[in-house]
């Protein structure tokens, strides 16, 4: 829509100036020209108007005006204000409904109709609205500077903020004998687009000022009349019958209680117009998600027919399927109002319609498909529910083919809320007076149960007890054979454990050997290279010196001969690397173990940490760490079987590299293992620490670890034996040995040697 802007004071200016130069004739006739123009367009607007309504008769309490009386004027932005849609520029663009197919996803138009009174009395109207927001400016035709009266209603406003009859969202006029008024109509709705608008809209007339103040009374004092008190009155009481059912329910422990409370609130909250005219009637949006909320109730009784015929065992797919649509309609249900133009198209409303509709059929076919199947639970069923269902689709007819005579005559909330209500009510007794049956019948049963039971256990104690001494006889002849035979299990035991321990030192002489072959091969191929080299440089001097004097080459003999001097003493140097080697194992595998004997720690410990290493490279060649060490230049020499303690560090190197390998299989990112071992001098006390950022011990299994035969390790990777001789090597050197582990980040042995 393209609205026009005002005349530019300025271009005015210039053109009377241009005026001064001419003819007074010419200028009076460019001066009428314009005017002339405004007066036509002006004259058109009025003509533009729809025809004027007029009230003719005094009998009647709604006037129904017809699309030909009223026309519309789309404001998809909403910005549009009385003085735009008032005034000439905008006087066009009003059409009427049927003329033309309005644009989509328009949530606010302008109507604008006449209305005059033709009777030769002074009458009452109201004008009514069910948009979310409506604003009402009047113009009195019939009395000129009278001004514009503005009044405001709908559903989204609070009842301080509403004019008129705040209930029913409307808006009471006088108008005298022969009176017109102009009537421009904001419609805004916010759950709702303009393709459903109505092929007409509806006044209501009060004849006299006795009825206006009656209809007054009735809609907006009568919170005491039978309209507000019954509802009320039986919204508390399924209140108080969904409250006991709840409680059965915490006392059974079956759904099927549960959902009926449910069903219970969710119609009080339906049902109950002290929500929506008393208690929240100044929070209309809180007041519009309980009336929504309200509508849960056919979600709820769904799950409670399930549960009472137990449909799920009977037809598992159809009660599957009737799941995931109880679902869809509980979404469909609780998602707030927003103007989002697609889920207001008129398809879309369609479908939601029809979707409503098919979910309650279904829901009747699911009761249906219920009632057929024979069962205790069918006649109960059709005593309660019968009645309420044939009322409802009753009253559903009856207000279908007779919508408007039931609204002149105010009997629509007699049949809904009165009799509908009163069958809600049945519903209620009958079920909550069946449920609480079938409860107190299942409370019996589980009492003649347990007395039963408890019959049967008695008798049962007596042929125990007779039994009991017989086989007291049998049990004591039993211990006397299970004595021997323990005694000789046993002795089997300890066998047994001595083969464990003998396997453990032959694994730890295993990995040992690994390194110390590891460690030898080094420096034996250096000594096998470099002797290699020599041969080939001998061969080439011996033919050097073959050839004739004057051939010969004194420098290259010079050269070779240097050369094999160099590698004889890189063979000497890796020989004796290798004979230190040797000789260091053999000292610390003596035959004379079980001796203490002076030993320099800081030696023994990086000699078995790269021993450790070796021995898992030779397994795994595609293994590698970090190894980090910190040793104490204090640490010095102290008193120690040399074999052992260095059987107790093999076994922790061991298990750090077992645990950092373990890591790195996972896969983990940016990850290094790494060993660190640090030692530490104190006053009395030598301080061995052996860490790794492997995955850690579970601290479930912290304290269990030293125990013999238990062990982390899967099946067949170790025998639970390490850190049993670690802890009992550790102990007999006068010692101790503590564990820190943080599962994930890794673990650190500390070990405490006396000086």
């Known amino acids: 829509m393209i609205l026009k802007t005002k005349p530019d004071s300025r271009a005015g200016f210039k053109f009377l100036s241009k005026c001064n130069t ?25 003509v533009s108007w729809p025809p004027v309504y007029q009230i003719t008769s ?24 009385i003085n735009q849609v008032s005034g000439p520029l905008l006087a066009d663009s009003f059409y009427h409904f049927r003329d033309r197919k309005m644009e989509e996803g328009i949530h606010t138009c302008w109507f604008r109709f006449r209305i005059k009174n033709g009777l030769d009395k002074r009458i009452g109207i109201s004008l009514s609205s ?7 400016y ?18 989204l406003y609070s009842w301080k903020n509403k004019d008129g009859f705040k209930r029913v969202s409307a808006v009471p006029l006088s108008l005298d004998s022969m009176e017109t008024l102009r009537v421009y109509f904001r419609w805004h709705k916010i759950n709702s687009v303009f393709s459903d608008l109505p092929d007409s809209l509806t006044l209501r007339g009060y004849h006299t000022e006795k009825l206006r103040q009656s209809e007054l009374e009735h809609y907006e004092s009568g919170y005491v009349r039978e309209d507000i008190f019954i509802p009320a009155f039986l919204a508390g009481f399924f209140i108080l019958a969904a409250i006991l059912n709840l409680l059965i329910f915490l006392a059974a422990k079956e759904k099927l209680y549960l959902y009926f409370s449910l069903f219970l609130l969710s119609i009080s909250f339906w049902y109950n117009p002290l929500f929506t005219d008393i208690l929240y009637r100044e929070y209309p949006l809180t007041s519009d998600f309980i009336n929504r909320l309200g509508l849960s109730w056919l979600f709820f009784v769904l799950h409670f027919i399930r549960h009472y015929f137990r449909s799920f065992e009977r037809f598992p797919k159809w009660d599957r399927f009737m799941v995931y649509l109880s679902v869809i309609y509980l979404i469909n249900l609780v998602v707030p109002p927003v103007p989002v133009d697609f889920f207001y198209r008129p398809e879309v409303i369609i479908f939601k319609g029809l979707f409503l509709i098919l979910y309650i059929l279904l829901l009747g076919v699911t009761i249906v498909k219920c009632l057929l ?48 209500g009163l069958g809600i009510a049945w519903l209620v007794v009958m079920f909550s007076w069946y449920l609480y049956r079938r409860y107190a ?7 003649e149960a347990l007395l039963a039971k408890e019959k049967l256990e008695h008798e049962k104690e007596a042929e125990r007890l007779a039994l009991i001494a017989k086989q007291n006889l049998e049990l004591e002849q039993k211990v006397k054979e299970r004595t021997a035979d323990l005694a000789q299990s046993l002795e089997n035991l300890k066998a047994t454990q001595d083969q464990l321990i003998h396997s453990e030192k032959m694994a730890s002489l295993g990995e040992l050997t690994a390194g110390i072959a590891h460690e030898i091969q080094n420096p034996l191929n250096f000594v096998n290279n470099f002797s290699e080299v020599n041969k080939e440089l001998i061969e080439e001097l011996r033919g050097e010196r073959l050839k004739a004097k004057g051939e010969r080459s004194t420098a290259l003999e010079e050269e070779l001969l240097k050369s094999i001097e160099e ?9 004796k690397r290798a004979d230190a080697i040797v000789k260091g194992m053999l000292q610390h595998s003596r035959s004379d173990a079980g001796q203490k004997e002076l030993t320099d720690i800081n030696p023994l410990c990086e000699e078995f940490l790269r021993l450790s290493y070796h021995g898992l490279r030779a397994k795994d060649k595609g293994f590698n760490a970090f190894l980090e060490t910190d040793f104490d230049p204090s640490a010095g020499k102290i008193n120690i079987v040399a074999q052992d303690l260095g059987r107790v560090l093999l076994n922790l190197y061991n298990n750090a590299f077992y645990a950092v390998s373990e890591k790195r299989n996972t896969n983990l990112e940016n990850f290094e293992p790494k060993v660190v071992v640090r030692t530490r001098r104190g006053a009395d006390r030598l301080f061995i620490h052996i860490a790794d950022n492997g995955n850690g011990i579970p601290p479930q299994m912290v304290d269990k670890i030293f125990q013999p035969f238990f ?22 050197h006068g010692g101790s040995i503590e564990v820190k582990s943080e599962e994930g980040r890794g673990t650190e042995f500390i070990i405490q040697l006396p000086v």
């Open 22 to 46: 001419f003819k007074p004739e010419m200028c009076k006739k460019k001066l009428l020209t314009p005017w002339f123009i405004l007066v036509v367009f002006f004259l058109k607007a009025q």
């Open 58 to 81: 005094d009998t009647a309490v709604r006037y129904d005006l017809d699309s030909a009386y009223w026309q519309i004027l789309e404001d998809k932005p909403g910005t549009l204000d």
């Open 130 to 136: 069910q948009a979310s927001r409506a604003d009402f």
């Open 138 to 155: 009047i113009f009195r035709d019939s009395t000129p500077g009278a001004g514009m009266i503005h009044l405001v209603t709908g559903n």
């Open 373 to 420: 199947v024979k069962g205790p639970a069918r006649r109960p069923f059709i005593t309660a529910a019968l009645p309420f269902i044939l009322y409802f689709l009753a009253a559903l007819i009856i207000y279908a083919l007779f919508d408007q005579q039931l609204k002149a005559y105010g009997q629509a909330d007699a049949l809904f809320n009165y009799g509908l």
């Open 441 to 447: 019948s299942q409370q019996n049963e589980i009492t």
């Open 567 to 575: 590698n004889e003493l890189k063979i000497i140097h890796h020989g």
């Open 711 to 732: 062990t982390t390790k899967p099946t067949g990777q170790g025998t639970g034996l390490g850190l049993s001789i670690t802890y009992d090597i550790i102990k007999a």
